[in-house]
């Protein structure tokens, strides 16, 4: 569906009477970092240059902060929280940071010094839902003297405070806070509704996603219904329908009625936002449940949809749904990229949707038309009892996949002849094919998995050359369905164990490399260049007498940094520990070759960011997890 006519007028005069000073797709301004992503188009993208290619060797650690939730994991074990996944703001010569129990922190720039530290309690509700305490960021919006830190918790509340003191907002909400479980169109039982992501601020609304159980066992679920509210009172501004209600746009792709009990279809991920235009994008995720579609029949709009809407009024403007359908858990894990690209002499304000099966979905971002052709192509029909999947899917033309996609013999290792032999005797246990096989009674491997390709940290763009810097993992998933036990669920089918109750290995080693980093010319959509991220089991295998085989990819990673200079990505090691230890690494933009790997104490967890204080550019990424997690805080020594 496209915008009408004199909606795009509309829209258009708008943006030639009301221009705004920041383009959202600049990258950080004034060197702050005001959003979570650097600025409201997720570039991840700051025009910073004092730490470059020949000094990048004398950045250090300048201070550790440590997070106040080690003093209540030590006093309460059972709180433990999993990887500090957050990334802060720098407003003000002030870091703003959530912390894995929805903590507020406040950090001076400069020397890593709490300020202050706001408790909502939201961490006495319990552990929340789906992946328990994991908390990513916050958003801010300020009016002359008016500073404003919004704070959305494990426990569904939306809180304002006061970013000098952090006190809460009185007039905002209740006391300053909004119970995000109330005013939604059903009932939400208690910690079956959360929040893990940040709020975005466009304009005067803070606009909120929620996370929702992916491992539901009723049809009736929480719906994932985005929602806006006023920055000042708290009131609610409007509410968009991910599953459209009876009477709205493409309710009718929900068959039998099953838009009445379907939820989930949320946005867990991070948001987007156009300011220029006045537009918000929606990365919107899985319905109930995720593997098996037969109670909820027909596309299922707006379910793993990118959705435009004008940010004041929750209006629709339009949608590209990426996945018809959807039984593989092939939400859009990561926020929409806004960029400005040249296609073929043709100036275009797009946006970009990475995907968990390794596209780059590219649309022009005020009209929604895609910026290269995405065909519908025939994909494999489910043999499942009730289940009816959509007979074609859509591929992008270009950029082609930064993930191998499918499964087939010639992807399995063969470093030696045992190897390749094990390795096809576990595939022959389970269904295989090409993308988008269908989960079946038997099981399947999927490639890429429900962990991506792309994930959550999403990746970076060059807003001055229109280079995406895209980190993935080459990662398969067995899913197996059985059938729903009646006195436990309603569903037909479920998604059952990842491995056979005889313990036996379901998903064969492939051919690496396991991680690696992709640059695309989004000017172009061709790959400039390709590398492994990381080595991998390169030791291992060269201890067992096999020829070196070159850096494979493998060990944790954080999303990436952009500056004018480098490009910069946190890497924990190999994957199997046998090589390599934590560090930060620094790539050359033009070729992925490692300029330099900055040492770190911990292993980096959230995406880092960079800002200028005191006269200095200083790089801050989140590490830990547990009884020990905080910020680190690097710059030139």
Same mark, same amino acid.
């Given at each position: 569906?496209?915008?009408?006519?004199?909606?795009?007028l509309?829209?258009?005069?708008?943006?030639?009477?009301?221009?705004?000073?920041?383009?959202?797709q600049?990258?950080?301004?004034?060197?702050?970092?005001?959003?979570?992503?650097? !600025?409201? @188009? $997720?570039?991840?993208?700051?025009p +910073?240059?004092?730490?470059?290619?020949?000094? #990048?060797?004398?950045? *250090?650690?300048?201070?550790?902060?440590?997070?106040?939730?080690?003093?209540?994991?030590a006093?309460?074990?059972?709180?433990?929280?999993?990887?500090?996944?957050?990334?802060?703001?720098?407003?003000?010569?002030?870091?703003?940071?959530?912390?894995?129990?929805?903590?507020?922190?406040?950090?001076?720039?400069?020397?890593?010094?709490?300020?202050?530290?706001?408790?909502?309690?939201?961490?006495?509700?319990?552990?929340?839902?789906?992946?328990g305490?994991?908390?990513?960021?916050?958003?801010?919006?300020?009016?002359?003297?008016?500073?404003?830190?919004?704070?959305?918790?494990?426990?569904?509340?939306?809180?304002?405070?006061?970013?000098?003191?952090?006190?809460?907002?009185? !007039?905002? @909400? $209740?006391?300053?806070?909004?119970? +995000?479980?109330?005013?939604?169109?059903?009932? #939400?039982?208690?910690? *079956?509704?959360?929040?893990?992501?940040?709020?975005?601020?466009?304009?005067?609304?803070?606009?909120?996603?929620?996370?929702?159980?992916?491992?539901?066992?009723?049809?009736?679920?929480?719906?994932?219904?985005?929602?806006?509210?006023?920055?000042?009172?708290?009131?609610?501004?409007?509410?968009?329908?991910?599953?459209?209600?009876?009477?709205?746009?493409?309710?009718?792709?929900?068959?039998?009625?099953?838009?009445?009990?379907?939820?989930?279809?949320?946005?867990?991920?991070?948001?987007?936002?156009?300011?220029?235009?006045?537009?918000?994008?929606?990365?919107?995720?899985?319905?109930?449940?995720?593997?098996?579609?037969?109670?909820?029949l027909?596309?299922?709009?707006?379910?793993?949809s990118?959705?435009?809407?004008?940010?004041?009024?929750?209006?629709?403007?339009?949608?590209?749904?990426?996945?018809?359908?959807?039984v593989?858990?092939?939400?859009?894990?990561?926020?929409?990229?806004?960029?400005?690209?040249?296609?073929?002499?043709?100036?275009?304000?797009?946006?970009?949707?990475?995907?968990?099966?390794?596209?780059?979905?590219?649309?022009?971002?005020?009209?929604?038309?895609?910026?290269?052709?995405?065909?519908?192509?025939?994909?494999?029909?489910?043999?499942?009892?009730?289940?009816?999947?959509s007979?074609?899917?859509?591929?992008?033309?270009?950029?082609?996949?930064?993930?191998?996609?499918?499964?087939?013999?010639?992807?399995?290792?063969?470093?030696?002849?045992?190897?390749?032999?094990?390795?096809?005797?576990?595939?022959?246990?389970?269904?295989?094919?090409?993308?988008?096989?269908?989960?079946?009674?038997?099981?399947?491997?999927?490639?890429?998995?429900w962990?991506?390709?792309?994930?959550?940290?999403?990746?970076?763009?060059?807003?001055?050359?229109?280079?995406?810097?895209?980190?993935?993992?080459?990662?398969?998933?067995?899913?197996?369905?059985?059938?729903?036990?009646?006195?436990?669920?309603?569903?037909?089918?479920?998604?059952?164990?990842?491995?056979?109750?005889a313990?036996?290995?379901?998903?064969?080693?492939?051919?690496?490399?396991?991680?690696?980093?992709?640059?695309?010319?989004?000017?172009?959509?061709?790959?400039?260049?390709?590398?492994?991220?990381?080595?991998?089991?390169?030791?291992r295998?060269?201890?067992?007498?096999?020829?070196?085989?070159?850096?494979?990819?493998?060990?944790?990673?954080?999303g990436?940094?952009?500056?004018?200079?480098?490009?910069?990505?946190?890497?924990?090691?190999?994957?199997?520990?046998?090589?390599?230890?934590?560090?930060?690494?620094?790539?050359?933009?033009?070729?992925?070759?490692?300029?330099?790997?900055?040492?770190?104490p911990?292993?980096?967890?959230?995406?880092?960011?960079?800002?200028?204080?005191?006269?200095?550019?200083?790089?801050?990424?989140?590490?830990?997890?547990?009884?020990?997690?905080?910020?680190?805080?690097?710059?030139?020594?």
């Open positions: 569906m496209k915008i009408k006519v004199q909606d795009l509309s829209l258009l005069l708008s943006f030639v009477l009301f221009p705004t000073i920041t383009a959202a600049q990258g950080a301004p004034g060197g702050e970092w005001p959003d979570y992503g650097g !600025d409201l @188009g $997720s570039t991840k993208f700051a +910073l240059s004092q730490i470059d290619k020949t000094n #990048v060797e004398n950045v *250090s650690i300048a201070w550790m902060w440590h997070s106040p939730d080690d003093e209540l994991v006093e309460n074990p059972r709180l433990r929280p999993g990887a500090f996944k957050a990334t802060p703001l720098m407003v003000d010569g002030v870091l703003y940071i959530q912390t894995s129990l929805s903590l507020l922190a406040a950090i001076d720039a400069v020397s890593g010094e709490q300020l202050w530290a706001f408790d909502p309690l939201s961490h006495e509700a319990g552990r929340p839902v789906n992946l305490f994991n908390a990513r960021g916050v958003a801010h919006w300020k009016e002359g003297d008016d500073s404003r830190i919004f704070l959305a918790t494990g426990d569904s509340h939306l809180w304002a405070l006061d970013a000098t003191m952090g006190t809460p907002i009185d !007039d905002f @909400g $209740s006391s300053g806070r909004i119970r +995000l479980r109330e005013g939604l169109r059903r009932p #939400v039982p208690e910690r *079956s509704y959360g929040v893990m992501s940040p709020p975005l601020v466009v304009g005067d609304v803070v606009v909120v996603g929620s996370s929702i159980s992916d491992g539901p066992r009723y049809m009736t679920a929480p719906p994932g219904d985005i929602r806006a509210f006023d920055v000042r009172t708290g009131e609610q501004r409007w509410i968009f329908h991910t599953v459209p209600q009876e009477g709205e746009l493409a309710n009718d792709t929900w068959e039998d009625g099953s838009w009445e009990y379907t939820g989930n279809t949320n946005v867990w991920t991070i948001m987007s936002a156009d300011e220029e235009l006045g537009l918000v994008y929606l990365p919107i995720g899985t319905p109930t449940n995720d593997w098996y579609g037969g109670h909820r027909g596309d299922n709009l707006f379910a793993e990118l959705v435009a809407l004008e940010a004041s009024t929750g209006r629709y403007i339009w949608h590209f749904q990426m996945v018809h359908h959807g593989w858990d092939y939400d859009p894990p990561a926020a929409p990229i806004l960029l400005d690209i040249n296609v073929d002499g043709r100036l275009i304000k797009a946006v970009a949707q990475l995907t968990k099966q390794g596209f780059v979905f590219v649309f022009d971002r005020i009209t929604g038309e895609p910026v290269w052709p995405i065909e519908e192509r025939p994909v494999p029909p489910s043999n499942v009892p009730g289940e009816r999947l007979p074609t899917q859509p591929f992008p033309t270009r950029p082609v996949p930064f993930e191998r996609q499918g499964i087939s013999v010639d992807d399995l290792i063969d470093f030696t002849p045992e190897l390749r032999a094990e390795a096809e005797a576990i595939l022959q246990r389970s269904d295989h094919g090409p993308l988008y096989q269908p989960p079946s009674e038997r099981g399947t491997l999927n490639l890429p998995g962990f991506g390709g792309a994930n959550w940290f999403g990746a970076s763009v060059d807003p001055q050359t229109g280079m995406l810097y895209v980190p993935s993992r080459t990662g398969a998933i067995h899913v197996q369905l059985v059938p729903g036990d009646p006195e436990r669920s309603d569903f037909r089918y479920m998604r059952g164990r990842a491995q056979s109750t313990g036996e290995e379901l998903i064969p080693r492939l051919k690496p490399p396991y991680s690696r980093l992709t640059a695309i010319d989004m000017n172009t959509g061709d790959h400039t260049w390709q590398i492994p991220l990381g080595d991998g089991i390169r030791q295998l060269i201890d067992s007498g096999i020829p070196d085989p070159g850096p494979l990819g493998g060990g944790g990673f954080t990436p940094l952009l500056t004018e200079t480098i490009l910069f990505i946190g890497h924990n090691g190999a994957r199997d520990g046998a090589s390599g230890g934590p560090a930060l690494l620094a790539l050359d933009k033009e070729t992925g070759q490692t300029i330099h790997a900055i040492e770190l911990r292993g980096g967890t959230g995406t880092p960011m960079t800002y200028m204080a005191d006269g200095r550019q200083h790089i801050v990424l989140a590490f830990g997890s547990g009884t020990e997690a905080g910020l680190m805080g690097l710059t030139l020594r």
